[in-house]
């Protein structure tokens, strides 16, 4: 088969309007006032407001000095805030312990240091040492896309803007929410713009979650009223998540002056912070279940049972059973049929109304968010009957295959 070229006047012309389009692309995608990187602060314990008052014989020993008295206190106050006060630790421990210490303010004297700092201590050694679980009070992964409305204009990643500047700048070590915050830069702007906001469909919100690795989205809005040019501003701030745009609440600030605009959109941070915390603690902060994959086809059952034949058993149980709750459920999740196998076993289960896998890790352990119609006890056994092993108790399992027993050798021989 032989390729038949185009002549080179189209080829020519073919290249000038591809070159063209490219050109147009990449203009959208780059630019220089685009993209504020966020600070790398998930993977920290943070303790802030330390203040010290130190004199020492000149102002470097009075420096390190202060500093090693806040190392002492933010441990302290870490210690306390995880419920392990009783916890100590020696000066050399805190050295490796601590990864950063953040100046909030400071005085320098020739033998005098007073100041205000933040302590960060490294989350996973942290935790080791006070016996506590680094990650488990944290949410599933969550899109943040801040959404700045100031003089009558909505925007988002199309430029770089103060509001996404102060969530950039935002340590995250402290929330019980796992934010994934993007930079801004390549195609976010594409991606991730004020008119995306009024999308519904749940397919393409798919593709834009799993482009980030998230669950859910969040929209933290700020509307900026500047009362006079150089003078006091208004921020109203609200705390918004899901393709429906769902409100959590609002907060309003007022600064004296346009030069306190970071500090305003610093507070509103933390304030909007503090909302989705509540609301993940309440239950109104949840995943929404349509951005999951749909399920897969099952085939047909067909009944066969005789119409006056009543359920028998742990069954009937489960099928008489009251209002569905929800049910956290562990497994092993070697291959992707492994997962499918669990969740088709696991939504036979009578009173089981939904099941799906909200968080999954090929290798390691998956969890399943399951809505079952009875008690969790029950389910515990019918689990159990179908060949888990079950452990943990409430609405949190973790199940795992049955070792099947080894068949003893026969004492039969055939000889021929």
């Known amino acids: 088969m032989r390729l038949r070229l185009p002549p080179l006047k189209y080829g020519l012309t073919a290249l000038a309007a591809l070159g063209l389009g490219g050109s147009a692309v990449l203009a959208q995608i780059e630019g220089q006032e685009r993209g504020v990187a966020p600070v790398d602060s998930g993977s920290s314990y943070e303790v802030t407001g330390v203040s010290v008052d130190v004199s020492a014989g000149t102002a470097e020993a009075a420096r390190l000095g202060g500093w090693r008295i806040a190392q002492r206190r933010g ?16 000066d050399g421990l805190l050295d490796s312990l601590v990864s950063g210490i953040v100046v909030e303010n400071e005085q320098i004297g020739p033998t005098r240091y007073v100041a205000k700092l933040g302590i960060l201590f490294d989350r996973v050694r942290a935790a080791s040492v006070l016996g506590v679980s ?5 949410s599933p992964p969550m899109l943040v896309m801040p959404l700045q409305v100031s003089g009558g204009t909505s925007q988002m990643f199309e430029t770089r803007t103060p509001w996404q500047q102060a969530w950039a700048r935002f340590r995250t070590g402290n929330s019980s929410i796992d ?3 993007p930079s801004g830069t390549g195609a ?3 991606l991730l713009n004020a008119g995306q906001l009024g999308r519904r469909s749940r397919g393409w919100w798919r593709s834009i979650l799993d482009q980030y690795g998230a669950s859910d989205i ?3 809005v700020v509307h900026l009223y500047r009362q006079s040019p150089g003078g006091p501003v208004i921020g109203v701030f609200e705390a918004r998540y899901g393709p429906d745009n769902v409100s959590l609440g609002s907060v309003t600030l007022r600064i004296g002056s346009t030069d306190g605009l970071a500090q305003l ?4 941070v933390a304030r909007l912070d503090g909302l989705y915390q509540r609301a993940l603690a309440s239950g109104t902060l949840h995943l929404d279940p349509t951005l999951s994959p749909p399920p897969k086809p099952q085939a047909e059952v067909v009944d066969t049972a005789l119409p006056d034949e009543p359920i028998q058993g742990l069954d009937a149980a489960i099928a008489q059973s009251g209002a569905g709750i929800a049910v956290s459920l562990q497994y092993d999740a070697p291959t992707a049929s492994a997962v499918a196998n669990v969740e088709g076993l696991i939504r036979s289960i009578p009173g089981v109304l939904r099941a799906g896998t909200t968080s999954l890790a090929l290798g390691g352990v998956s969890i399943m968010a399951v809505t079952y119609d009875g008690d969790p006890e029950q389910l515990r056994r019918a689990l159990e009957q179908r060949g888990f092993q ?10 795992r295959r049955t070792a099947p027993t080894p068949t003893p050798p026969s004492d039969n021989v055939i000889n021929g």
């Open 188 to 190: 976010d702007a594409l």
């Open 75 to 90: 441990w302290a106050i870490l210690a306390q805030r995880l419920g392990r006060s009783d916890v100590g630790a020696s």
């Open 179 to 181: 934010y994934i915050r």
């Open 265 to 268: 959109l610093d507070t509103g």
């Open 218 to 220: 969040l929209i933290p």
């Open 134 to 138: 680094a990650y488990a009070d944290r």
């Open 390 to 399: 079950v452990s943990g108790s409430g609405t949190t399992l973790r199940v």
